[in-house]
Antibody, heavy 121, light 113 residues
Framework: QVQLQESGPGLVKPSQTLSLTCTVS??????????WTWIRQPAGKGLEWIGR???????NYNPSLKSRVTISVDTSKNQFSLKLSSVTAADTAVYYC?????????????WGQGTLVTVSS | DIVMTQSPDSLAVSLGERATINCKSS????????????LAWYQQKPGQPPKLLIY???TRASGVPDRFSGSGSGTEFTLTISSLQAEDVAVYYC?????????FGGGTKVEIK
């Protein structure tokens, strides 16, 4: 059973960089044709796809965030990471990591529990 | 971007009755090469991540009760809960899996009447 767990600071100051890591267990991040994804959800609101990474290192980002987002993967640690720069209060949200089933699918079958990140001074 | 529009925003249904949620996409999500609709449905309970219910518009994910069903094609889709149970109280989201950026509907909150 694949499990994902987000980790990182829960509080980030405005203009700084938000950094989160997702640790994958129960399977190798390199196996299969999966994309590893970040999604966020402001309190009481809907879901926003941030971007994804393939284990080859290929990335796709949401154009609305592309200038500020970097997603990377560390296959040796079975982890992938999110960096979001120049954060504002609008970036306050629960951040989820998830597995995208990949070609022919592109839906999310495994999710982390989510981590709340608050942007405040 | 493909815009996903759900209706209604919320609905209250009696236990054992049918709940129907609609989802419209701004572009067709039917992929001609495999004749599959790239549309998924999720259930989110308070304090939990979304849970995959349906993919390819009508295929139930593993372990999902058969009271949940999906239908539709092209740009119009429906999630039906045939006999609402107390544990089905949640917010339901549709998601287009057709093109990036992957996008979600705004959600439909289902409550007990």
């Amino acid at each position: 059973q694949v499990q994902l767990q987000e980790s990182g600071p829960g509080l980030v100051k405005p203009s700084q960089t938000l950094s989160l890591t997702c640790t994958v267990s129960g399977g190798s991040i390199s196996s299969g044709s999966y994309w590893w994804t970040w999604i966020r959800q402001p309190a009481g609101k809907g879901l926003e796809w941030i971007g994804r990474i393939y284990t080859s290192g290929t990335t796709n980002y949401n154009p609305s965030l592309k200038s500020r987002v970097t997603i990377s993967v560390d296959t040796s640690k079975n982890q992938f990471s999110l960096k979001l720069s120049s954060v504002t209060a609008a970036d306050t949200a629960v951040y989820y990591c998830a597995r995208d089933r990949g070609v022919g699918h592109y839906y999310f079958d495994y999710w982390g529990q989510g981590t709340l990140v608050t942007v405040s001074s | 971007d493909i815009v996903m529009t759900q209706s209604p925003d919320s609905l209250a249904v009696s236990l054992g009755e049918r709940a129907t949620i609609n989802c419209k996409s701004s572009l067709s999500v039917l992929y001609s090469s495999d004749n599959k609709n790239y549309l998924a449905w999720y259930q989110q309970k308070p304090g939990q991540p979304p849970k995959l219910l349906i993919y390819w518009a009508s295929t139930r994910a593993s372990g999902v009760p058969d009271r949940f069903s999906g239908s539709g094609s092209g740009t119009e889709f429906t999630l039906t809960i045939s006999s609402l149970q107390a544990e089905d109280v949640a917010v339901y989201y549709c998601q287009q899996c057709y093109s990036t950026p992957l996008t979600f509907g705004g959600g439909t909150k289902v409550e007990i009447k």
